[in-house]
């Protein structure tokens, strides 16, 4: 199948800045590719060089993505003092279509987020999802072929989160290619394939389960026996005597420790050791070598 959208070898820079560096992604019809990394990782330059808005310093991007994205910039710009039918108007003029095709495609995408309803209400009353929403609608009207949207859910609330992942989803089974950024590594679980960024790099990409399955570590739980809790400090410290530690990261009311994968769950007199299931966020502190940089090693 041939790629709806190709980042080759895709380099950025600002002045001396290297912004993204040598960054190969490719997004197929109806899949959705997730990006994620911590703020100053690259997202946004390269939600920006896929769309077409950035050029890149190097490499390329296949096909010319101009007039086939449908982009949402994390600041994505609404008219507040427009009414939610009006913000689509002014964009389906944007993007030169006749009267009779924004009514239609309109009104069956406002009835698809949820917001036919609210079709008079003004854009600056609604609710941050609803603004999403309604956004996500503005970018569609046009019938883009991918959907670049970066950081889409940022301060949204989490059954808006999940009512826009849905959109996004159905969006990817009629045969969009969808790329997605974010910084929630939760967000990627339920996502076709996951790309980790760092530093302007990608450090692995693939299935959410194939990258879960390649931690090279034994995951656990350290927390005080009994009914009994402990100060983080004490946590910690009785977790640097467990063999085979790798590193720790403090998680509710305990802390979470990669092991080395032979390493024994003993834990010290007075607490209990668990395994934990691996996720996303501990392949990513192990790539991005948050063991060697936290705990000296």
């Not at 896929?50 to 710009?77: E, K, M, Q």
């Not at 941050?128 to 609330?157: F, S, Y």
């Not at 849905?166 to 076709?192: F, I, K």
């Amino acid at each position: 199948m041939t790629p709806a959208i190709y980042l080759q070898g895709v380099s950025r820079s600002f002045g001396s800045v290297r912004a993204v560096e040598g960054v190969d992604l490719a997004v197929f019809p109806g899949e959705v590719v997730v990006l994620v990394g911590p703020d100053g990782a690259g997202k946004t330059t390269l939600a920006r060089l896929a769309a077409g808005v950035l050029a890149p310093t190097a490499g390329r991007v296949v096909p010319d993505p101009r007039g086939r994205v449908g982009y949402l910039a994390a600041r994505f710009s609404l008219y507040p003092d427009l009414t939610v039918w009006e913000n689509l108007a002014f964009f389906g003029r944007l993007y030169g279509m006749a009267t009779r095709d924004v009514e239609a495609e309109g009104t069956r995408l406002l009835e698809w987020v949820g917001l036919l309803p609210f079709r008079d209400r003004l854009a600056g009353a609604l609710s941050g999802g609803m603004r999403q929403k309604l956004a996500l609608a503005c970018v569609l009207l046009h019938r883009p072929p991918v959907l670049v949207l970066d950081e889409p859910t940022t301060g949204v609330d989490p059954v808006a989160r999940a009512e826009f992942w849905q959109l996004l989803r159905e969006e990817a089974r009629a045969g969009r290619a969808v790329l997605v950024t974010t910084s929630y590594l939760d967000e990627a679980v339920g996502c076709d394939r996951v790309a980790l960024l760092h530093r302007g790099r990608i450090l692995a990409e693939g299935k959410p389960e194939a990258l879960v399955g390649r931690l090279p570590y034994r995951m656990a739980r350290l927390t005080a026996a009994g009914d009994g809790r402990r100060a983080r400090g004490e946590l910690l410290a009785a977790a640097e005597k467990l063999p085979g530690l790798v590193w720790t990261q403090p998680q509710g009311t305990g802390v979470r420790v990669a092991l080395a994968p032979d390493a024994p769950l003993a834990p010290p007199s007075g607490y209990r050791l668990e395994p934990a299931a691996p996720v996303l966020e501990d392949v990513y502190l192990w790539l991005t070598g948050y063991g060697a940089e936290v705990m000296g090693r």
